[in-house]
């Protein structure tokens, strides 16, 4: 797989002065599958100006690559793919749920434009067309999923006595940091992420390091063992991460006896784990 | 052999037996550090004085071999330098894990470092039972299945290591890692082979 990536180091962009849009905190990730080079490299310099991080791939990626690229949205060329564009695109859309996807390509048919969103493409737009349109469909796509789920990706995380805070890339208790490296953040924030949902040693480690995990390698298990040592210093009467041999690792915060905690009401327990916006509007 | 040995051997093999001795203590080493690292990455530094003790007793072992001896110059001298191989071997392996700034262990290294271990005290055993002239062909037979066990984990892990998708830097350290491992198990397999010569030589 040929892929020029730019990893440019970038500034959030609150508001674009060209489109006049105000997109979400925190810069766009983004893959653009494309060889049309002309077309990918006036679409890269308009990415680029608006802080986004961006991948250019000339071919298609396998979706673990995707996941690991940890891209909010896709821009892809159904005609690049050939016949096998459609089975690609069903492919991601059932790995990657959480991924917008934006086909950008040659003339086409009502009846192929009907498939490619019936698959799951959240939008269509057919070349040649301007980078600007690209990136406003790219940043509505992004808005419209993150309103669906309802929590950004820089929202605090609470449970039990843990703050999950992704926007300093640590965590704390009791407004005291418990030192996490970036690594260890990572980790915890993934399986937080993912609470009462075993995540296998795989999904892991392609998700915070980023590839895939060589068979045998126990760098999960070893910094599950540092986050579990670095939390149980602060918060030593909980229990955070819960280890399922043979498979991974779940995140649930009981307290020490296994038992959730007593003093929780239902309405506390709920507010838990709602992100500040939500309480402020449950209320 | 024993009986008619001059005072000079019995002081080479006493040092070839404090050599098996300091390998089983490597061997054992490298095998903690492997299972705990990286909690337990100071043994790294215990194995490195277990190697610049090795290097003292080969030393003084072929400062002896000028002296005359029963035992054949040219074996004494192989197995000298293989029991020191075993032992630089493993040093360098566990000076890898800090040098790659290595973050956790691998299955396939503990299971590299777990045949060494069994190796090394198998070397041991059997200068042990060198100096006392006593038998020491199941050691060798032992040290032989174990090279045979560990060229087929080593084999495995490197293939592993090229599966699509790995981190380059996954592959760079741990391809060495293996192959240092390998080479330690494998020196061990050449003292066998020094001993299964000395053995022909002793009843021939």
Redesign the interface.
């Known amino acids: 797989m040929q892929e020029h990536s730019t990893v440019a180091a970038f500034a959030p962009a609150p508001f674009s002065s060209q489109t006049g849009v105000r997109v979400q905190p925190g810069p766009i990730r983004l893959a653009v599958i494309d060889s049309d080079t002309g077309f990918v490299r006036v679409l890269a310099k308009r990415i680029g100006e608006m802080g986004w991080q961006h991948r250019v791939l000339t071919a298609p990626p396998?979706a673990?690559?995707l996941l690991s690229m940890r891209i909010h949205a896709v821009v892809v060329d159904l005609a690049l793919l050939g016949p096998q564009g459609w089975e690609f695109l069903e492919r991601i859309c059932d790995a990657l749920p959480g991924l917008g996807i934006l086909i950008c390509t040659g003339q086409s048919t009502v009846a192929q434009r009907v498939r490619g969103l019936r698959i799951g493409a959240d939008d269509w737009i057919t070349k040649p067309c301007h980078p600007q349109e690209v990136i406003a469909r790219v940043e509505a796509i992004v808005r419209r999923r993150k309103r669906t789920t309802g929590v950004t990706e820089d929202a605090p995380l609470v449970a039990g006595e843990l703050e999950i805070r992704a926007d300093q890339f640590q965590a704390f208790v009791g407004g005291q940091s418990i030192d996490l490296t970036r690594?260890e953040f990572e980790l915890l924030h993934l399986l937080a992420k993912a609470r009462g949902r075993v995540l296998e040693r795989d999904e892991i480690y392609q998700h915070v390091?980023?590839?895939?995990m060589?068979?045998?390698?126990?760098?999960v298990?070893?910094?599950v063992r540092k986050v579990r040592q670095k939390i149980e210093r602060f918060s030593p009467d909980w229990r955070y991460i819960h280890t399922h041999f043979g498979i991974g690792y779940r995140f649930e915060p009981e307290t020490s006896d296994g038992q959730p905690p007593s003093d929780a009401t239902p309405d506390a327990d709920e507010l838990r784990d709602q992100t500040p916006d939500e309480v402020t509007s449950a209320k | 052999m024993n009986r008619r040995r001059s005072s000079h051997d019995d002081a080479l093999l006493g040092l070839f037996e404090e050599s098996g001795r300091n390998v089983e203590r490597t061997g054992t080493l490298l095998r903690e550090l492997m299972t705990e690292f990286p909690e337990r990455s100071t043994l790294a530094r215990d194995i490195l004085i277990c190697e610049q003790e090795g290097d003292r007793i080969t030393h003084d072992i072929i400062h002896r071999l000028g002296n005359g001896t029963k035992l054949d110059r040219g074996d004494a001298y192989e197995l000298a330098r293989a029991l020191d191989d075993v032992v630089d071997f493993a040093e360098e392996t566990a000076d890898s894990l800090e040098l790659y700034a290595v973050e956790a262990p691998m299955v396939q290294a503990e299971e590299l470092a777990e045949v060494l271990a069994g190796a090394a005290a198998a070397v041991r055993s059997a200068l042990s039972l060198l100096r006392h002239g006593d038998d020491i062909s199941s050691q060798l037979v032992e040290i032989h299945r174990l090279e045979n066990e560990g060229d087929r984990i080593s084999r495995e892990a490197i293939a592993s290591l090229f599966k699509s998708g790995t981190d380059p830097m996954v592959v760079i350290r741990w391809k060495d890692i293996f192959e240092s491992l390998e080479q330690a198990i494998d020196s061990c397999e050449t003292v066998a082979h020094v001993l299964e010569g000395i053995e022909l030589k002793r009843h021939g």
Not at chain 1, 209 to 212: L, P
Not at chain 1, 214 to 219: A, E, I, L, N, T
């Open positions: 396998r673990e690559e690594r390091w980023g590839y895939a060589v068979h045998g390698d126990r760098s298990d070893v910094f």
